[in-house]
């Protein structure tokens, strides 16, 4: 009988759906997930620090999120209509986001922020989009654009990562995250045609430094340049009202994604009134109208799972105890390290956290692909091996509302197991 695992390499390519990176001997065929766990179809048990990629926030199978999303799929799973789950979700938004005046559904995070710079263009007339080095938008090309490989030449010249989207070189602007003078420099050399510049606060797993995003939000206000946050990976992890109430600063406009949807696929974008007005489609045909229409956006089975984690995560005492969580993580893994004698920086915030193998600082792209990236990779592999399921690429590891004290140390003991099994021999 062939495996699961056989049937899953002969059609996926990679044998993934976009898990980046994993040997074909360690590909597993995922059967379910309860809490902070989950199950392959071979039967074996590990310990999930990706959590979806993050969109598990509350934890796999949480019992109000199912019930909720059953209830509602019993009465239609979608009308590819506003509905009155997606009514009372986009309410519960505008409360706790502060800069959304209005929104948008859509399915994904990919689709949130390709309309967070749609409308950008769209209202300002402007053609360009400044992101910067390093950072993940979803895989749309703009928001690959400069992740994979090194700097070009000089910035803000981009590199697509990847084939058909030569335009982005034309199109798209990149400059350094953290840095706050270069930034500057190219935003005012290339005003007139920027129309936003999109960042994510928390860049990967890199905590912007005092004044960055702020010098940003004083920036694009005095030029003219949409400012957009994609809280995708912050929106509702950081705090309730996200990246924007944690940092204390409000863009334009926010993409949101992931954690929202209690595992189902969920993506939204929001901002200022003036901005999101020209997916109005009465303003058809007009010259500041930018299409946007979702088929599975904004369905009331996400929307109603949506409602239960925003209720799971409105509970007194949520949000310290996640940061606490994500403390603790940081900790244990800067333990692992110190006592396998590994060089390596612990990267994070809230409840996130990296490693990254260097003796510098890392704080941007530069440093980030100076640290010793196949060292990771190669944790990354032992763990898996170990019965610890990640996202193999190296990124971020994502606790949950189910990752307790107990589970945390659990791992930072499995973490230093793998350590010392994937060691590179000494010549
Ligand atoms: C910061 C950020 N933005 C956008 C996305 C894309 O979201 P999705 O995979 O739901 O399209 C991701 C996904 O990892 C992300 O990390």
Not at 271 to 282: P, S
Not at 417 to 425: F, Q
Request: charged share 20%; net charge neutral; hydrophobic share 40%.
């Amino acid at each position: 009988m062939t495996s699961f695992r056989e049937r899953a390499l002969a059609l996926f390519p990679a044998g993934s759906n976009g898990e980046y990176g994993i040997p074909p001997e360690l590909v597993p065929v995922i059967e379910r997930g309860q809490g902070c766990r989950v199950w392959d179809t071979d039967g074996r048990e590990f310990l999930d620090m990706t959590m979806a990629w993050g969109a598990a926030l509350v934890g796999h199978a949480h019992p109000k999120v199912v019930e909720a999303a059953t209830r509602q799929a019993a009465l239609g799973a979608n009308f590819a209509a506003v509905n009155r789950r997606s009514v009372e979700l986009a309410e519960r938004i505008a409360a706790l986001s502060p800069c959304a005046e209005r929104i948008r559904f859509v399915a994904s995070g990919t689709e949130a922020t390709l309309l967070c710079l749609r409308v950008a263009q769209a209202a300002t007339g402007k053609p360009k989009v400044l992101k910067f080095e390093g950072a993940y938008h979803g895989q749309h090309p703009v928001g690959i654009t400069s992740m994979l490989n090194g700097r070009p030449a000089t910035l803000p010249q981009s590199d697509p990562s990847g084939a058909g989207a030569a335009w982005v070189a034309r199109d798209v602007l990149v400059a350094p995250y953290n840095d706050l003078d270069t930034t500057s420099r190219i935003l005012r050399d290339h005003a007139h045609e920027l129309a936003a510049v999109i960042v994510e606060p928390l860049h990967r797993c890199l905590t912007p430094a005092p004044g960055f995003l702020q010098g940003l939000r004083d920036l694009t206000r005095s030029l003219g340049i949409v400012l957009v946050f994609d809280e995708v990976v912050t929106g509702f992890r950081l705090a309730l009202g996200g990246a924007q109430e944690y940092y204390g600063v409000s863009p334009d406009l926010v993409a949101y994604g992931k954690g929202l949807g209690g595992g189902f696929p969920i993506g939204a974008y929001a901002g200022r009134a003036d901005l999101m007005e020209v997916v109005n489609e009465h303003r058809l045909p007009g010259p500041n109208y930018a299409w946007s229409a979702s088929t599975t956006g904004g369905n009331p089975v996400s929307c109603a799972a949506a409602l239960a984690t925003l209720d799971l995560l409105s509970e007194p005492g949520l949000y310290p105890r996640l940061h606490a969580a994500g403390r603790r993580l940081r900790q244990r893994v800067g333990e692992a390290l110190e006592q396998t004698g590994e060089v390596a920086q612990v990267l994070g915030d809230g409840p996130l956290a990296q490693a990254a193998f260097s003796a510098q600082p890392v704080t941007d792209q530069t440093s980030w692909l100076a640290s010793d990236r196949a060292r990771g990779k190669a944790l990354m592999h032992g763990l898996l091996r170990g019965g610890v399921f990640l996202n193999p690429m190296g990124t971020k590891l994502y606790l949950s509302l189910a990752h307790d004290d107990s589970v945390i140390d659990e791992f930072g003991a499995r973490l230093a197991d793998a350590l010392r099994a994937t060691r590179p021999s000494v010549p």
